[in-house]
């Protein structure tokens, strides 16, 4: 995945409602993805306690992809290759 500027991606997800930690060394994006009962519009009967944390490393002004984890609540499920979520990053970003 190529660069993007920092200021631009933070900006990109602030506005799209994510949750960024920018440090000015690293960028992390906490995404909570909706559950099958609000994808289909029902009521949730139990809270997910799954999402995701992508993490962008910041140089000379430019944020690189460095990886994507899931998460369900403190434990780390699993680290994602970037082929899984390059193509949806792209679309958020608008890349």
């Known amino acids: 995945m190529k660069p993007i500027e920092h200021e631009k991606l933070v900006d ?15 960028v992390f994006v906490i995404f909570y993805p909706p559950s099958v009962e609000e994808a289909r519009g029902e009521e949730e009967e139990s809270i997910s306690q799954r999402y995701y944390i992508i993490k962008f490393k910041i140089v000379n002004g430019l944020a690189y992809y460095e990886n994507t984890v899931l998460m369900e609540g ?22």
């Open 74 to 95: 403190d434990r780390e499920l699993r680290v994602l290759s970037e082929e899984e979520v390059e193509f949806w990053l792209e679309n958020v970003l608008g890349e």
């Open 12 to 26: 990109i997800l602030t506005k799209k409602g994510f949750k960024v930690e920018d440090s000015g060394k690293e």
